[in-house]
């Protein structure tokens, strides 16, 4: 006792790693469980100011042991770059621990990822370009590269044979580009091979053993609900489990052991690349919100699409997680507004759903039915306790809690490690 799962509850960007921070100080290990240097989370602690892609959040806290897990995809070069950048700033990297199993994402992958989307034209995805898709494709398609080939290189030597064999034919004949020769693959993963050698270990079992003995461990999703592959708004969405589920397959930790399912939200919506999105804002509002919130991507620096919050989707959140709890994150950004609509249900074509709707082409058409609720102006950012809050913020807060069928344990009123207020504790 216990396992904590942290998930984006709409579509990424919900302030994640700034809750993985919070707990960090009773948690003995951050495990990142899928997707892979897509991610970007900011972390600020007094004047510093993080941004994680790759490395699980929970790495900025000293006595925590960051593991990355056999769901994620790893990109070997980043994860260096980024290992020595934190380690330049004074950030202990010695402990972490990355799966055995988890797969690597190779250059050929970066260059499908980027060719794939150029071809799509009209109905591209706006991927990260990271080679997040490809990579997982192989890993599906089997024909994949595990960080344990690594260490053996006439395995790795065949693998890469295997791997390459369609690719080439695809880069040559389909996009028009230049084969990769299976040598500058093998030389590029073998000189990363000595170095990540000690980090590598059977991480399920070194997860398992510290439940065991009673020590915290906290699964922390990257990417969110609406952008899981099963179920988010595929095809828009990324390329691996985001969900709680994914927290099971992508550590080997089993479901009977995960005690708590916490979602983060903003108090409002954005999203980054393509796909739907009801209750998006195209007006004064929209620009208000990404001013306010600071609204552009930590990884690729790309505006988000703005929108209010959607019940529906907290709802839908709740659901396929089961969240046990929500935070609340970027109540402060919504500060000066004087009317606050959210979305309760949708309108499609003159018939009203209060769910969301299984159908694509129905989410598609589905357009916001709103309730307003009164703004405030007063500054919220110093508040450290609810009653603190201004009578219509907690009105607010209060109305999406019954809205979102999940109680909000906790509000995040600024982007600094300390500008929470928890109303019900996360960790016991
Ligand atoms: P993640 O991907 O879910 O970890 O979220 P990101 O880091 O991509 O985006 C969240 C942004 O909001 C970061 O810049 C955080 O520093 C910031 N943030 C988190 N919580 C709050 C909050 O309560 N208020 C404000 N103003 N900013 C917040
Ligand atoms: P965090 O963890 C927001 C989006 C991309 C694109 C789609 C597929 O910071 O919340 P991919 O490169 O994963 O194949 O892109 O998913 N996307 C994110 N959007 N936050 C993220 O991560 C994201 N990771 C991927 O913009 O629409
Ligand atoms: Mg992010």
Redesign the pocket.
Known sequence: MPGIVIV?AQW???????ATDLLGSRIDYVVKFNGGNN??????IGDEKYALHLLP?GILTEGVVPVIGNGVVIDLEVLFEELDALSARGVDISKLKISANAHIIAPYHRTIDKVTERFLGKRQIGTTGRGIGPAYADKINRVGIRIQDLFDESILRQKVEGALFQKNQLLLKVYNRRAITVDEIVTELLSYADRVAPMVCDTALELNSALERGQNVLFEG?QATMLDVDHGTYPFVTSSSATAGGASTGSGVGPTRIDRVIG?AKAYITRVGAGPFPTELFDEWGDFLVEH??EF??TTGRRRRPGWYDAPIARYASRVNGLTDIVL?????LTGLERIPVCVAYDVDGRRFDEVPVSQSDFHHAKPIYEEFPGWSEDITGARSFEELPKNAQDYVLALEQMSGTRISAI????GRD??IVRHDLVG
């Open positions: 984006g990424g960007d919900e302030g994640k790693g700034k991610a970007g989370h900011t972390v600020v959040s990257g983060i919130g600071g991507g930590t994150t970027k109540l402060d950004v995040g009123v600024g982007p500008a929470i």
